[in-house]
């Protein structure tokens, strides 16, 4: 059974169009994170929740922004995509006091 | 500037052979060390983690850990097809909470 859900899979918007990601888990756990992953890059995290407290990456854009609703849910919001923001969109979780990051499948974003 | 540094490749290893992938880091502070899979369109799976000077083995898996020369490898032993995909290497300081610091990962390709 998948513990890291996330939808959609793909994901195709115009260039300056909101779009929202959404990552859901059934492990309970309280740290969950966002990754940009372009092609033949490392992941490159854009902001992590501990708990309900949201901390964001000193380079992550204005434009890229975050909610969790609940321990289960975690959204991406990009309010005005560009090409650039082009990539893969990697949600990951890890439960306080264990070394283990679970990654859910993956958000392949398209920007026209 | 904190950094996790992998060769890029491609790594080509004949079927059956040692993959030997290797791995270096800035952060004299990093405590736990880990390998992950990643195949072309997938998102990133867990393979080993270690976390103590010397070897860790697992199945055909072998992760090398020197703290004091701040270098991670792994060792893949009867490497086949299967194996073919890029590893990313990971690492995180006690500093640096519940983030990883990724490297831009090694290409794998296992020829038959």
């Known amino acids: 059974d998948a513990m890291v859900i996330q939808n959609p899979r793909y994901q195709v918007t115009q260039f300056g169009k909101p779009v929202t990601l959404s990552c859901s888990q059934t492990?309970?756990?309280?740290?969950m994170y966002w990754y940009q992953q372009k092609s033949s890059q490392a992941p490159k995290l854009l902001f992590h929740y501990y708990d309900k407290d949201f901390n964001n990456e000193a380079d992550t854009p204005d434009n890229f922004q975050s909610r969790r609703p609940n321990t289960s849910f975690c959204f991406l919001d990009i309010r005005s995509p560009g090409l650039g923001d082009a990539a893969m969109y990697l949600c990951?979780?890890?439960?306080?006091?264990?070394?283990?990051?679970?990654f859910g499948p993956g958000t392949r974003l398209t920007v026209l | 500037q904190k950094e996790v540094e992998q060769n890029s490749g491609p790594l080509s290893v004949p079927e059956g052979a040692i993959a030997s992938l290797n791995c270096t880091y800035s952060?004299?502070?990093?405590?736990?060390f880990f390998w992950y899979r990643q195949y072309s369109g997938k998102s990133p799976e867990l393979i080993m983690s270690?976390?103590?000077?010397g070897d860790k083995e697992d199945g055909r898996f072998t992760a090398q850990l020197n703290k004091a020369s701040q270098y991670v490898s792994l060792l893949i032993r009867d490497s086949q097809p299967s194996d073919s995909a890029t590893y990313l290497c990971?690492?995180?300081?006690?500093?640096?909470?519940?983030?990883?610091?990724f490297g831009g990962g090694t290409r794998v390709l296992v020829k038959p």
């Open positions: 990951a979780t890890i439960h306080k006091g264990t070394d283990t990051q679970y």
């Open positions: 492990l309970n756990h309280n740290v």
């Open positions: 270690i976390y103590s000077n």
């Open positions: 952060d004299r502070g990093s405590q736990s």
């Open positions: 990971a690492v995180r300081a006690k500093a640096a909470g519940n983030k990883l610091t």
